[in-house]
């Protein structure tokens, strides 16, 4: 309790509170604007590591984090446009009680599960965090290599809907990661000096999530402008919140337990907490038409899911996140190893870290709340200038690495794969792991045999490697049962095939 | 003979719907109401809904007026009105005008300037009623 | 990017349509697997207290991007069709719009080109106002204005904001 204390005294200091705030606003910002979202912002914005300090950039990067989440909800409501997976679920009633004229109380159930939802994760993760870094710190490079090869795996084929698609993008990263001089030898750098030191994940980063989607956006443009449903103040009666409190609660005891996973995401626990409020509700004839539980309890799963994805962040160094991993970058770039000693060699950051993640909660509660007809002002930015901003701010923050034209030529190259991915559905997340992961993986390989002097078999002999083996067997023999079982058979999808052959 | 009104969903819009209904009343005239978008933002506030267009258009029909209503994304608003008015042989063309600072006429033009710079036919161009915002 | 374009002819049984260009993916993870190998082969043994070798992690890599490379060509040959991105402003009922694309690259080059010489400030105004007009505006002024702005305001913001001295390339004594 004293470091939270001591964590809020480094939160609350003026410049800090200014970073938190920055951080919610930008971040619920881009939230709310089309084609942005938070992995892409942190991304935009890692040039700030260079100069902003640790406590400041991550509690800045916490910020967005929390504030996309919120502004990704408010489009799914008022415009069924939902920018992300997270907030699909969101989109089915929330917009429907826009429709009917209820846009004001879906956006303060959402906000105000969020809220909940967020406090309630933050909370868990100050009292989890620590206790499983003590675990971790105990283990050895064999667990290490364990638990890396385990979220590598689990972030390929257990998340995203095609294995295939997900190892390709795995691949294609820890090729990337190869490039350098990690080995004492030139690897993958074809004689080039500047591909000596590696190729920057800044750039990496920046590439496939901001030029890969703003070139695959510019390819399909859409023309036609949307209805937005009008709004004003977010309110909500007694008799809402008789009825949105008790679905923020089950939302987030979903969310919070699969983001902390290794193979976590938001999705699979806001469609439970969905069925869990279609099911319990006392109003069932209003589902489909616009039912503030299924808005609830959604909403709070999501972002109590985006608080769990910290744990193995923060505890083992994991991100099982697109932001996630961006935020992961950021600490790389600051010479920051999360992981367990990450908790006891840099208390002030983490605590400071955890501390903001309150703040950032009030504060998105406190400012969105009035702030919800100026963010739907947001939506009327012209296409043209929003996606010709992101160019911009992405060959400024890819140039401004080693101010090296050659950076941006890689920008290009790499944002031209990312356009290839999304029109090949590879998910991106697997790559960029694949990326930071690749060097570490083997880093610790080689560290735990030369501890054994290559000895193979030390890779399981300790106790946790062999559980986490044995935990991926389990989840390999899954994913293939359930893909045997929910795979239609391939022709189905002929209506798909003729559209791209069009196109 | 045949008015055409280029409408967006503000009080200069209205104002023109007004006046161009009042003209079409009073010279027997068939009316067009062109409301269309570059559709380059998510939403565009002056590009009326589909139920929109369909109340102005009872509105308009029970003030026994011989109404069509144009309601597209065009790659050019003023254009676009325009081209409707040639189509139909228009004999005057309604627009709402708003004030404009000098740099903002510089920067972001306008579709009533456009419009009354660049018909054939006469065009009227008319401001919202201070007092009253009724349409 | 080096995509090969295997467009192997379709079996025409005239019931399932194929994705043919995903056979060019197929290609480049070949061409890629290959070329990390080809590396990897010209690394030499490492140091002695080395355990893993230099070339361990690329034969992997390599070798398994060679097997994605097959498995892929065969998902796809048997019908297999990516299910593409979609989001807020992505209208995917319309076909593929490759020009823009193609003139957004060219954008980038000029950019890649031009930027040690001219210096962020005036390539990014270009940057922002090119690409604003590839996309669609049709306010050049406007266009040029913010992105004249833009850069002006991110090469001050960097420099004394963030204490990080962007080159200013022919404006450096100006700015």
């Known amino acids: 309790m004293d470091l939270l204390l001591e964590g809020f005294a480094t939160a609350l200091t003026p410049e800090n509170l200014m970073y938190a705030v920055i951080g919610v606003l930008l971040g619920t910002a881009v939230g709310v604007l089309p084609g942005i979202g938070p992995a892409m912002t942190v991304a935009l914005l890692l040039p700030v590591t260079f100069s902003v300090p640790p406590t400041s950039g991550l509690i800045l990067f916490a910020g967005i984090y929390y504030g996309g989440m919120y502004g990704g909800s408010t489009t799914s409501i008022l415009l069924n446009t939902p920018g992300e997976s997270s907030s699909v679920v969101t989109a089915l009633e929330g917009n429907k009680m826009a429709k009917s004229g209820r846009a004001a109380q879906a956006l303060a159930t959402a906000a105000v599960g969020s809220f909940v939802a967020g406090t309630i994760g933050t909370l868990l993760i100050v009292l989890l965090a620590p206790n499983i870094a003590d675990v971790v710190v105990k283990l050895g490079a064999p667990s290490y290599f364990a638990i890396m090869a385990l979220a590598l795996f689990t972030v390929t084929a257990v998340l995203g809907s095609s294995k295939i698609r997900g190892f390709i993008a795995l691949f294609i990263g820890l090729a990337i990661g190869l490039v350098g001089t990690t080995t004492g030898q030139q690897r993958m750098t074809f004689g080039s000096p500047q591909l000596a030191d590696g190729i920057d994940v800044v750039v990496v980063a920046v590439a496939v999530f901001a030029i890969g989607e703003a070139l695959w956006v510019a390819a399909h443009l859409r023309s036609k402008p949307l209805d937005v449903i009008p709004v004003g103040q977010p309110w909500m009666s007694r008799d809402d919140w008789g009825r949105s409190w008790k679905p923020w609660l089950r939302g987030t005891a979903f969310g919070f337990p699969f983001g902390a996973l290794p193979a976590g995401g938001a999705e699979v626990p806001t469609f439970l907490s969905y069925i869990t409020e279609r099911r319990l509700t006392k109003h069932p004839e209003e589902f489909g038409k616009g039912a503030i539980e299924g808005v609830a309890g959604p909403e709070a799963a999501n972002n109590a899911s985006a608080a769990g994805t910290l744990v193995p962040l923060l505890a083992i160094g994991l991100p099982t996140t697109a932001t996630a991993a961006v935020i992961l970058v950021a600490m790389q770039n600051y010479g920051l190893q999360p992981g367990p000693q990450f908790m006891d060699a840099q208390p002030k950051l983490v605590w400071g870290l955890l501390a903001s993640l309150f703040i950032a909660n009030t504060l998105l509660l406190v400012l969105n709340l009035p702030l919800a007809p100026v963010w739907a002002k947001l939506l009327q930015i012209r296409r043209p200038y929003l996606y010709a901003g992101i160019l911009f701010f992405a060959s400024l923050g890819a140039y401004s690495v080693n101010f090296q034209a050659f950076d941006l030529a890689l920008l290009l190259g790499i944002g031209m794969l990312g356009l290839a991915m999304r029109r090949f559905a590879i998910p991106v997340l697997p790559l960029i792991v694949g990326v930071i992961l690749g060097p570490r993986l083997e880093e610790q390989l080689t560290q735990a045999l030369s501890i054994s002097q290559g000895d193979v078999s030390t890779l399981w002999s300790e106790p946790v490697a062999v559980v986490v083996y044995i935990v991926m067997a389990i989840l390999l023999v899954g994913s293939v049962v359930m893909s045997r079982r929910t795979t239609p058979p391939a022709p189905t999808r002929t209506e798909d095939a003729s559209m791209d052959v069009n196109a | 003979m045949t008015i055409v009104i280029a409408y967006g969903t503000d009080q200069y819009g209205r104002a023109a719907l007004a006046h161009g209904a009042a003209q079409a009343e009073l010279r027997r005239e068939d009316l067009v109401v062109v409301n269309a978008t570059r559709g380059d933002s998510l939403v565009d506030r002056r590009y009326a809904d589909d139920a929109e267009i369909e109340r102005i258009k009872a509105e308009l029909q029970t003030l026994g007026l011989s109404v069509s209503m144009r309601h597209d994304v065009v790659p050019d608003v003023a254009d676009a009105v325009i081209e409707v008015a040639e189509q139909v042989d228009a004999t005057l063309i309604v627009v709402g005008v708003k004030h404009r600072s000098p740099v903002g006429k510089a920067l972001l033009g306008s579709v009533a300037q456009r419009v009354i710079l660049d018909a054939e036919c006469p065009v009227l161009a008319v401001k919202p009623d201070p007092l009253a915002d009724t349409v | ?175």
């Open chain 3, 1 to 175: 990017m080096t995509t090969t374009e295997t467009t192997t002819p379709v079996a025409p049984d005239g019931t399932t349509r194929k994705d043919v260009a995903q056979y060019g993916l197929a290609g480049f993870l070949l061409v890629v697997g290959i070329v990390v190998l080809i590396d990897a082969a010209g690394l030499s043994d490492g140091f002695a207290d080395q355990p893993v070798q230099p070339y361990a992690f690329p034969y992997v890599v390599g070798a398994v991007l060679v097997l994605l490379s097959g498995l892929l060509a065969v998902a796809t040959w048997r019908g297999d069709v990516p299910e593409e991105d979609d989001g807020e402003d992505v209208d995917l009922t319309q076909g593929s719009d490759w020009a823009t694309v193609i003139k957004l690259g060219l954008v980038l080059v000029i950019v890649i080109a031009t930027i040690d010489f001219l210096g962020w400030a005036i390539v990014g105004a270009f940057l922002f106002a090119a690409s604003a007009r590839v996309l669609g505006s049709r306010t050049l002024i406007l266009d040029v204005g913010i992105g004249t702005a833009l850069s002006l305001l991110t090469w001050y913001g960097f420099y004394s904001g963030l204490g990080i001295p962007i080159p200013a390339g022919v404006l450096d004594g100006v700015l």
